[in-house]
């Protein structure tokens, strides 16, 4: 399964799954919460907590990371990464924390509700 963007992704047939509008940023935000990483290493956590169901592509997480940071819910810095080059690592900010925390509530009532629904058919 990939996020190609954040609404939609391809699903292990290939064929284009609608996602909630903001899940992208959920999982970032939620990533950022650990510890500080740059770009790839978000992506390559994401895909790893996900246990390799979830890739997010490089043109779907830079604007979202972009536009988390003009939201001021995580903010960017340069520095040195692991392999000794210059990376930019985002870190989450007190306003995204508690906007992580938004966000997860209104994940936990959509899940419950969906999974009502589920188990009921």
């Known amino acids: ?6 609404r939609s ?3 292990p047939h290939g064929q284009t799954q609608r996602s909630r509008p903001g899940t992208l940023d959920l999982l970032i935000l ?5 510890e500080p990483l740059h770009g790839w290493a ?3 956590r994401i895909q790893q907590l996900s246990r390799e ?4 592509q ?3 997480l830079y604007p979202a990371l972009y536009r988390l940071e003009r939201k001021k819910w995580i903010k960017g810095a340069w520095r040195e ?6 990376a930019r690592f985002y870190s989450l900010t007190a306003s995204g924390r508690g906007q992580l925390e ?3 509530q209104q994940w936990r009532r959509l899940s419950e509700a969906i999974n009502c629904v589920v188990e009921e058919a």
């Open 53 to 56: 169901v979830l890739q997010v």
């Open 30 to 34: 939620r990533t950022l919460a650990l």
């Open 9 to 11: 992704y391809s699903d």
């Open 1 to 6: 399964m990939t996020i190609c963007n954040c």
């Open 42 to 44: 978000i992506a390559r």
């Open 81 to 86: 990464s692991e392999t000794g080059r210059q």
């Open 58 to 60: 490089q043109g779907s």
């Open 102 to 104: 938004r966000e997860q």
